[in-house]
């Protein structure tokens, strides 16, 4: 380590500064792609976390297991939490912001790539706008390899479009966030809730006065697939959808019109349409 936080690594110069990074890791991950996720946060990065917080979440196959050892031993800053049955992301998660000790959290997804300049972007966009709590950005969707780009999501940046658009979508690209974890505990963290904990929390956030923001850059490469395409649809996918619209609903978030259009919608999308069909759409209309 070099004075002022900076590192020479393969001849450049790289910042660290006291942010924490948060990820989860899971029994169906592969040991490839999560590899690769770790590498585009630690060793491609222009700015670098203090902390690295890897969540286990229940036991994983020896490949795997192997592979975030191997990833302990190389990353000084990584802090391996293990638990022992697979809780899900939004209980991993809520551990894991609890255990996290800086007052700034990145999260990342374990099969995806961060773009090299994602963590000082954020960083230095927080640092500029202490009011806001929540940031996220771009995403540009890949099959197989990064340079297969087949779908990009696309979220407003500015706070007041991002209210209204909370209350009918997702407001963020959750791989993307970076956000402050004295709001997130504020707002009751992470919770449990079937595919969604992260719009469940985004909605008490809101509802609770914290600002919100996106920035315009693609922060993250998302690896989809039909698998994805599939998880999105069904009953199951659906009844929680719902449940978010029916808490919106009984906190006067959103009106019974509103309710009506947002839940007979996502009926459609989730138990109605065959999942090519579901993923064409996603893929060419409700990307952006």
């Not at 698998?227 to 906190?251: A, C, P, V």
Request: proline share 5%.
């Amino acid at each position: 380590m070099c004075e002022d936080g900076y590192e020479v690594i393969l001849g450049t110069m790289i910042k660290t500064e006291y942010f924490s990074v948060l990820m989860s890791v899971y029994h169906n991950d592969r040991p490839a792609d999560f590899k690769e996720a770790v590498n585009s946060i630690w060793f491609k990065q222009t700015l670098r976390p203090a902390e690295f917080v890897l969540m286990v979440d229940g036991p994983v196959p020896e490949p795997l297991n192997n592979m975030i050892r191997s990833l302990e031993q190389e990353i000084p800053v990584m802090r391996v939490i293990r638990l022992e049955s697979n809780y899900g992301l939004g209980e991993a998660l809520r551990i894991g912001v609890e255990k996290c000790t800086h007052p700034i959290i990145a999260r990342m997804d374990s099969d995806d790539i961060a773009l090299p300049k994602r963590f000082e972007l954020q960083y230095k966009y927080l640092k500029l706008h202490p009011n806001v709590s929540i940031l996220g950005g771009q995403i540009d969707e890949f099959i197989d390899n990064p340079d297969n780009i087949v779908s990009r999501r696309e979220v407003p940046t500015a706070f007041e479009e991002l209210k209204s658009y909370t209350l009918a979508r997702c407001p963020f690209n959750h791989m993307t966030v970076m956000f402050r974890r004295k709001s997130i505990l504020e707002a009751g963290n992470y919770q449990s809730w079937h595919y969604n904990e992260d719009y469940y929390l985004w909605i008490r956030l809101l509802e609770q006065g914290y600002v919100f923001a996106n920035l315009s850059d693609t922060l993250v490469n998302v690896r989809v697939g039909t698998d994805m395409y599939k998880r999105r649809g069904g009953w199951k996918y659906f009844k929680s959808e719902k449940g978010l619209q029916d808490y919106m609903l009984r906190h006067r978030l959103i009106s019974l019109p509103r309710y009506l259009y947002n839940t007979t919608g996502r009926f459609v999308m989730q138990v109605v349409l065959p999942n090519n069909l579901r993923g064409f759409l996603f893929q060419k209309i409700f990307r952006k």
